[in-house]
């Protein structure tokens, strides 16, 4: 049965609510152009280690986020009773998440348990529409590793790779977030060299 009480929005209503989030993507692509223009700055005035730098913060703040709702015991129990379950409830998370980064990057996620993975696509994204338009990319992929820092949260041995970028020329982004065997590969995959602004050819 209808419940009458809920009002279905009209079209004015959803127009207003489709320039509030143009709005919210201007400001983003904003945000992003002036984090490429500062770090080019220092970048020209101290050399390439800033981006080193720029990354890690990116990828502490990333932890950081991700610690505030982490609870490693629970993790942990979980991993020893199925790792394949840390993988099913990170795809459900990231489909259940409304926060606003799901509207500057589109994605699509597809969960792989019997390989300890769980893969994200996306073809939209924009911060990296934002670094292109100031032929920045590599200073992008900074920017992107936050997520770097996000990823692991869920487990010690989550590790976040791209073997796609739209910022390196590729027709998608293409991460790969994966339970590695060990801390060693979870390191490496998850490494400024294998994933970060150094991975950039």
């Known amino acids: 049965m209808k419940d009458e009480s809920v009002q279905t929005p009209g079209a004015r209503e959803k127009l207003d609510s489709y320039e509030a989030v143009m709005r919210g993507d201007k400001a983003a692509q904003f945000r992003a152009v002036v984090y490429a223009k500062l770090l080019r700055a220092m970048t020209d005035e101290f050399g390439e280690d800033v981006l080193d730098i720029a990354e890690n913060v990116r990828r502490e703040h990333g932890r950081y986020n ?6 490693y015991a629970e993790a942990e129990r979980k991993y020893r009773e199925d790792p394949a379950i840390l993988i099913r409830e990170m795809d459900e998370y990231w489909h259940g998440n409304p926060v606003i980064w799901s509207r500057t990057c589109i994605c699509d996620f597809i969960p792989n348990p019997d390989e300890r993975r769980h ?6 994204c924009t911060y990296g529409e934002a670094f292109r338009s100031v032929k920045e990319e590599r200073i992008g992929i ?16 989550f590790a976040q790779y791209m073997p796609m970028h739209l910022l390196k020329g590729d027709g998608c982004c293409y991460q790969i977030r994966k339970l590695a065997e060990t801390p060693e ?12 602004w150094r991975s950039f050819r």
């Open 66 to 71: 991700g610690e505030m709702s982490a609870d």
């Open 119 to 124: 893969e994200l696509r996306s073809v939209k």
């Open 142 to 157: 900074t920017w992107c590793c936050q997520d770097m820092g996000y990823t692991p949260t869920f487990h010690p041995l």
């Open 185 to 196: 590969e979870q390191e490496r995959l998850n490494s400024i060299e294998h994933t970060g």
